[in-house]
């Protein structure tokens, strides 16, 4: 079992941007202090909800604290990038890196980046897609070329190439959207399970991805596929729970928010006010707890895991900073999911 860690970088109201980024790097040095395989952070834009806009830069920093542990994006939204720039800048990272970097790619969810990035969303499909394709040749091919409907690349040589060959491991995420886990299932690369799909779901996608993959001659295994759930341990299950309240209501509550926009963001409202004025409310706590995330002791956290590895999950990712988690109790439950957790799959 490899375990890895996620963050989309949460920046509640009354901490500042510069304090968010020195606690997630805090928490990726610990991580590979406790052994962990991967750190991977999210690309979001123009909200709290998070920090990662710049998730490549922010990883080349993190390239340069760390000398082990894995750094992967998940997601990078190619749509919103020239296919080239983004070929070269995580070719950087992964030579800075020294041959850690892995790519997730996904088509994201929230409108407004699109709309603020001036792109039509309605056209993330074949932008997705296709700037998929050009990194890829362009990471493995000299003198690459390409002609599509958005872009055309001609004769161009990608410098730096990428430390790893043939390139950086891929993985695409495909939540809901037919086609895009169609077009996963072409590629060959494996899938990449988010914290937004309830966990029976989830699994289910899994095993529909493994069947086609192998009946497209591709045969990725479930075991390739990073699976990442809101995570916490605790010495008990009520201590658990009231460490995460609070943490998990500003998650759901953001990411019901943050839906309400087309254009302009939520960041320099008033999340109260907000919740004041809805009229619907969002899933509740007790789903997540249920059906979402793994939330308790270290023997609860040990048979949950355990349940998703007998359904062929080997690359557990674990959510430890949602909704601006408090640092220390951050810390320690890491600590704690290092020392009576893990163990139990060495």
Known sequence: MKFGLFTHIPW???IEPKQVLDQTTEEVVFAEELGF??????EHHFSRYGLGSSSLVFSASLAAQTK??????????????????LAEDAATLDLISGGRFDAGFGRGTAGYEYTGYNVDQDESQERFQETIKIVTGLWTTPGFSFKGK?????????VPPPLQKPHPP?????TRTPATLDFVVSTGHPLIIGVVLDTADAVDLCRTFAKRSKEAGHNV?????PFFRYFYVAETEEQARKDTEAELRWTLDMGQWRRTFRRGSEVYEKLDDWRRARTELPTSNEHLYDRRAIIGTPEQCVAQIKELQSSGIEYFGCNFSFGGMEQGKMLRSMRLFAEEVMPHFN
């Open 150 to 158: 958005y872009f055309e690349v001609e004769e161009v040589n990608l």
């Open 170 to 174: 891929i993985y695409i995420a495909a």
């Open 68 to 85: 082990k542990i894995r750094l992967g994006t998940a997601i990078l939204i190619p749509p919103l990038h020239h296919p080239i720039k």
């Open 37 to 42: 395989h991967s750190a991977w952070v999210a």
């Open 12 to 14: 509640p109201e009354g």
């Open 221 to 225: 295994p479930i075991s390739s596929i």
